[in-house]
């Protein structure tokens, strides 16, 4: 059984930073790659980063730049976020899957793929 643990959200204003960080458990298959996605309210959930098991890593459009997606080892993961928007407040989840749902974003559309941690609360004021 997989299970996926994020940390580090919280409350800052626009142009701070926070660090997200995923704590994995179990055993996740080696075609299995990591990543984070968001829920803002009323919004659909969506992909923001992911990093595959060689390291190569994929952004949305909206946070590239500002975000940076890393990994250590097998069981953490982590989410630097820089210069940060009112636009980025949202649950922030980490998710595990398989790479080609993972990479493309997809996993969103079919959650039942993968793991999903219960998500760490990002909020950007003004």
């Known amino acids: 059984q997989v299970q996926l643990v994020e940390s580090g959200g919280g409350s800052v204003q626009s142009g701070g930073s926070l660090r997200l960080s995923c704590a994995a458990s179990g055993y996740i298959y080696r075609t299995y790659c990591m990543g984070w996605f968001r829920q803002a309210p009323g919004k659909e959930r969506e992909g923001v980063a992911v990093?595959?098991?060689?390291?190569?890593t994929n952004y949305a459009d909206s946070v590239k730049g500002r975000f940076t997606i890393s990994r250590d080892g097998k069981n953490m993961m982590y989410l630097q976020m820089n210069n940060l928007k009112p636009e980025d407040t949202a649950m922030y989840y980490c998710?595990?899957?398989?790479?080609?749902?993972?990479?493309?974003?997809?996993?969103?559309?079919?959650?039942?793929?993968?793991?999903w941690g219960q998500g760490t609360q990002v909020t950007v004021s003004p």
């Open positions: 990093i595959d098991n060689d390291g190569s």
């Open positions: 998710a595990a899957g398989p790479c080609w749902a993972v990479a493309t974003f997809s996993l969103v559309r079919s959650p039942n793929l993968g793991y």
